[in-house]
């Protein structure tokens, strides 16, 4: 028999849509799908051309599998549409904006009805649930408030399972050690190598983690070895969590007490796997590209969304008892998108900021190192005859302009570094511009 | 009256100064002077050299970024004060200097030159010849520099 009784915390109520019987999920799944692809088509001019263009209408939707038939969406559409031209809800009806960083520079605003904000706290009170988390456990929260989708959906969620939340927010670490002592945190919620950094600094001024049982850890990807060292350290229990704010911010899945695997809430998101070249879609076992379709969303509903991250679904039910599929944790995307800090970053970002300043683009590396837990980025840019200056105070100023520039593009304070001419290694075909050495 | 000087950017790691240096070597290209300027991640080595455009074709060829950037050589009487004159001078002309090294050869007890890399090359060489500043030209160094 399935353990669910027996998982910390114990079963609790929320977590009853998570074991629906998978017939019943199905026949749920097919209805709203047939909805949303209805809203779409009726109000997302995006869609409707896409669609129309295939000779497609929503009734040709009749099973789960007629979805393959039905155009992507990818993250260019949401900077092409930018910042409205996806909505499918006027704007009286939208009462939260939210926006994470896209390809150029433009973010990538999202939105929310009333009950958009309802479906999404639903998830989070699940996810936490799935953590074993309760009323009467103290949740400090330390992903950033503000247009990123983690706080404030990390922060609902919480406090609709009754939890006591504290808003901290990120940063200052020291005060976040005091505050998890202190005010008897027992959950945390924050991006992996954050938590590395706390542990650092928890070890170095010898203070425990007082209470602390359960950490909620996403926003970046992170490996087993780290989980580990987490564990470890903190003597806590580390879940994995995964979302993306083009679906609705974090709740899309979440890892239960059997951390193997992510369970994803698709009676709201349903997934697929395809082929990432050939956007054939692929069984339930395969690795590929993760599509989602969001199932509730009225302001933005998004048909086949295009994640960029690479994972399998995993054929087999969880121990668990939830009748919700997994994926395997993930590891890589199929571009060339890497985060920081929590901070998903483009190589061509960096590239637009170094072309405004030097007009042209000179060769270039990203490297990526860390510190004590804390995400290094130096970006090393070959000199050129045309911005080599005999003077050493023109470099200098060459230097610090390239680092406001990407600061401004990004949000982040990066190194810049001038180099040799011919000392960055080249390459036939797509360049490897990022040396990740931060052995995640 | 301009003096033309090599300048090369130089990464902030072992050998980098020795890669420049041995190749003019090998090329029997003399150094008559030279200047590193540093900072924490890079230098700038400044040299000249009698055949520069050689020595450049030869430098950019190894791959390097090389600059040709003009400079004035500046004789300075060789005794105390003789250089707060010089200095003075350039105040009264009002001349802005980026930077100055001196030149490895002098006349003993005559002048020492010293070369000044300055704002505006062309407004300089007069104003200071009206001041008395006296000027070397790149003939006379190579002569005192027995090149």
Known sequence: ?440 | MKIRQLSLFLENRPGQLLVPCRLLGEAGIDILTMSLADTQQFGILRLVVKEADRARALLEAAGMVVNLTEVLAVDVPDRPGGLAEVLAAFDRAGVSVEYMYPFATRERGKSATLLFRLEEPDRAVKALQEKGVRLASSEELFARAGA
């Not at chain 1, 869609?47 to 039905?70: F, I, N, T």
């Open chain 1, 1 to 440: 028999m399935k353990d669910w009784n027996d998982a910390p915390g114990g079963f609790h109520p929320a977590s009853a849509p998570d074991f629906l019987p998978r017939r019943e999920l199905g026949r749920l799944q097919l209805g709203r799908l047939q909805a949303v692809v209805a809203r779409a088509f009726e109000r997302v001019p995006l869609v409707r051309a896409r669609m129309e263009q295939r000779g497609l209408e929503p009734r040709h939707l009749e099973s789960l599998r007629d979805l393959a038939r039905l155009p992507f969406t990818v993250k260019t559409d949401l900077r092409d549409t930018y910042p409205f031209g996806l909505f499918a809800s006027p704007m009286e009806e939208i009462v939260r904006l939210h926006a994470s960083s896209g390809t150029t520079g433009k973010p990538i605003v999202v939105a929310y009805t009333e009950e958009d904000l309802r479906v999404w706290t639903s998830v989070m009170v699940r996810t936490f649930a799935a953590c074993g988390l309760h009323r009467g456990d103290v949740v400090q929260n330390a992903y950033g408030y503000g247009l990123f989708t983690g706080g404030l959906g990390a922060h609902y969620g919480a406090e609709a399972l009754g939890a006591t939340v504290i808003p901290i927010s990120g940063g200052n670490t020291e005060r976040q050690l005091m505050v998890l002592k202190d005010f008897n945190v027992t959950a945390i919620c924050c991006t992996p190598s954050y938590m590395v950094h706390l542990c650092e600094r928890a070890k170095e001024a010898g203070v425990g983690f007082g209470r602390l049982k359960v950490g909620v850890f996403g926003a970046e990807p992170w490996s087993e070895s780290m989980r580990a060292h987490i564990e470890r350290e903190a003597g806590i229990r580390a879940h994995d969590i995964y979302g993306l704010s083009e679906i609705i911010g974090p709740g899309v899945g979440i890892e239960c007490h059997r951390q193997d695997g992510l369970h994803l809430f698709e009676d709201h998101f349903y997934p697929e796997v395809i082929d990432p070249e050939s956007g054939e879609a692929l069984q339930d076992g395969a690795e590929g590209e993760l599509v989602l379709t969001t199932l509730s969303k009225q302001a933005m509903p998004m048909i086949r969304y295009r994640t960029r991250d690479i994972t399998a679904l995993v054929p087999e039910p969880c121990a668990c008892g939830r009748t919700l599929r997994r994926i395997r944790r993930i590891g890589r995307r199929s571009d060339d998108m890497f985060i920081i800090r929590g901070v998903n970053v483009f190589p061509s970002q960096i590239e637009a900021a170094l072309l405004q300043v030097e007009g042209t683009l000179p060769h270039y590396q990203i490297v990526l190192t860390r510190e004590k837990g804390l995400d290094e980025i130096e970006v090393q840019v070959e000199v050129t005859p045309d911005v080599f200056s005999d003077v050493v105070g023109a470099l200098e100023a060459l230097r610090r302009a390239l680092e406001s520039a990407i600061d401004h593009v990004l949000g982040l304070r990066v190194k810049v570094t001038l180099v040799a001419p011919r000392t960055l290694a080249r390459s036939e075909g797509k360049a490897k511009r990022v040396q990740d050495r931060r052995g995640v």
